[in-house]
């Protein structure tokens, strides 16, 4: 689904190594896949080496998506890392990746596949249809949206009501649990699987919060007035807190967008305006940035959740559209990314960038990344 903005296209529903270290690992030969088995209980992370910037490409512009990679230790950025080392393209749309055990799961939406990757090289192991059985199709190709690892699985959601789990050992889809419609983000929180259904913004009433027992398959769909185009959720201490996108009008202005609440009765509270979010230590790091005609500037906050209470985290002149935002759990570095301006306006069809602050919202760093850097990742070691 797609809409303008100040006279350019916006998909509605988006959401490494250095070259020099790539070109050594691939002189010295690879790690065989026997190596790479993980271990199925990798939950706790030890540290962290680098960070991946998601970059969806330009389906329009015939821009394919791709990896931005920052080392942390030698600060060194590479571009196009999974290509450089497979010499093949991850298609278009590369939307999501997540890290566990010794792997990266990349999640290729426009090519249905789930790539699957040495976390540390990057060369491919093996790649994942997103295949699932439907009782009048047969077989149907879903297309995956984003990723979460948990006990030796990791879990995908997608735009066909139901979510793959992964068994990360055989890395095959080992079942398909149920879900509401047009699913994205998701979190695990005591033995459950929640997923932000969004509907796909069509605002009929389907949106809702899918809670799935991860033991049984069970699903639980939650609806409510305040859920009307979730896609993202994030849970603190046994609560839930989702990202809602909200409606558009008939010239395609946004409003209802926010961070909510999910209660225990299943009714929901807003917090605070927002279409971009992530937590770390109790907190929720924040942007506002919707879609309006004439844009809207953005602003960026950070929430106390035990304070119940919102404040300004940075000014924002250093981002000009931002895209994503993402915090690393081990060196408490807070990571958001913008496309470019051209002309004022947003540019989708050439390299983004990214920003990099500390918890108080000092910036430490800015690179280059590539076109619709959409998503962002981190390259943990796990004990």
């Known amino acids: 689904m797609t809409k303008k903005h100040n006279n350019y296209i916006i998909i509605k529903m988006k959401k490494f190594l250095s070259l020099f270290a790539v070109a050594a690992v691939a002189a010295l030969g690879f790690t065989s896949c026997s190596d ?67 792997k990266i799961y990349i999640i290729g939406s426009g090519e249905k596949t789930i790539f699957v990757a040495n976390r540390t090289s990057m060369k491919e192991i093996t790649t994942i249809k997103s295949e699932m059985p439907d009782t009048e199709k047969g077989n149907v190709v879903a297309t995956p949206r984003h990723a979460v690892a948990y006990r030796g699985h990791v879990y995908v959601s997608t735009y066909n009501n139901k979510v793959l789990d992964i068994d990360t050992l055989s890395l095959k889809v080992v079942r398909t649990l149920d879900c509401g419609n047009y699913s994205e983000g998701m979190t695990v929180q005591d033995g459950y699987l929640y997923t932000a259904d969004s509907d796909y913004g069509n605002a009929v009433g389907n949106a809702s919060i899918s809670k799935i027992n991860l033991a049984t398959g069970k699903t639980e ?86 304070a119940g209470k919102s404040k300004t985290y940075i000014d924002g002149t250093d981002i000009a559209n931002p895209c994503a935002i993402a915090v690393d759990a081990k060196t408490n570095r807070v990571y958001i990314t913008s496309n470019n301006l051209v002309d004022g306006y947003p540019s989708y069809g050439t390299d983004g960038y990214c920003v990099v602050y500390d918890l108080n919202g000092v910036k430490l760093n800015k690179f280059t990344t590539g076109v619709g850097p959409s998503a962002i990742s981190f390259n943990y070691d796990f004990k």
Do not use: C, H
Not at 69 to 85: F, I
């Open 221 to 306: 769909i939650i609806k409510n007035e305040n859920i009307v185009n979730a896609v993202d959720i994030k849970s603190y201490n046994g609560r839930l807190f989702y990202l809602d996108s909200g409606s558009y009008d008939e010239n395609w202005n946004q409003s209802g967008q926010g961070v909510y609440e999910l209660l225990a009765d299943g009714t929901s509270k807003k917090l605070f305006s927002a279409t971009g979010m992530t937590m770390a230590n109790g907190k929720i790091y924040s942007y506002d940035a919707p879609y309006t005609n004439p844009a809207t500037t953005p602003t960026f906050s950070v929430y106390d959740i035990a």
């Open 36 to 102: 790479d088995d993980d271990d199925p209980q990798y939950d706790v992370i030890s540290s962290s080496n680098g960070v991946y910037v998601l970059n969806a490409g330009n389906k329009k512009a015939g821009v394919d998506g791709s990896i931005t990679y920052l080392d942390n230790n030698s600060s060194a950025v590479s571009q196009r890392v999974y290509q450089t080392v497979n010499g093949k393209s991850l298609g278009r749309t590369v939307n999501d990746a997540v890290t566990y055990g010794s």
